[in-house]
């Protein structure tokens, strides 16, 4: 096991490879949080409104969820082929449950005599949904969103065995090389992306409709 000194060494040797890579890793991942947000919040709000498929589709969100990462991305090569495509392809599915979830009880928490206003004021369902729910469910909606990325920052390394470029090509090619210091390197540099997005987004969700210090 490398000292802690060895391993930080090693990452300042290689910073400019460590920083490619993170920009990298960073934009797989967060590519695919984009197009989940847009698929899975508007799947959110269907659910919400058709609510008897809420149970089934969250279901099967979940199980998507259970598939080991090295599963999904095989069954996705001979579709979408090998590297990027795959990749967030994959990690799209994987943001399903956290970000449709939190849409749903986001929508469905919003207390009711904020939406009985709304009606006095004489709007629509739609204009109800629009203008008052999902005002208010924001901070819950956030809060899926921060766990998606931080998920998809984490199976991001996975998908560098297929071809994928990130972080995850470090870990690897320490592994083939029996480098402990080059994969706690890669480790390290993951994790820090993991917290970084996850504080930017908490920073974001502080300030939305129904969090704690729009609360307060």
Request: a neutral charge.
């Amino acid at each position: 096991m490398p000292s802690a000194i060895a391993v930080i060494e090693w990452m300042i040797d290689n910073q400019a490879l460590l920083i490619e890579q993170a920009i990298q890793h960073m934009n797989v991942a967060l590519t695919a949080l984009v197009f989940g947000i847009i698929l899975w919040g508007a799947t959110g709000v269907l659910i919400y409104r058709y609510d008897r498929f809420s149970d089934p589709a969250l279901g099967v969100f979940g199980v998507l969820l259970t598939i080991p990462s090295l599963a999904m991305l095989s069954m996705l090569i001979p579709l979408v082929g090998i590297g990027i495509p795959a990749a967030v392809s994959a990690l799209v599915l994987y943001s399903a449950l956290p970000i449709a979830r939190n849409v749903y009880v986001g929508l469905e928490s919003v207390d009711e005599s904020k939406i009985e206003v709304g009606r006095g004021l004489g709007m629509t369902d739609r204009q109800i949904l629009l203008k008052v729910r999902l005002p208010q469910a924001m901070s819950v909606i956030m809060a899926g969103i921060r766990q998606a990325a931080v998920l998809l920052v984490a199976i991001t390394t996975i998908t560098a065995f297929f071809g994928a470029p990130g972080l995850g090509q470090s870990i690897f090619r320490g592994i083939s090389l029996g480098s402990t210091k080059q994969i706690l390197g890669g480790a390290i540099a993951i994790s820090a992306i993991a917290i970084m997005v996850d504080a930017s987004l908490y920073g974001v969700q502080r300030f939305l409709p129904g969090s704690e210090v729009n609360n307060a």
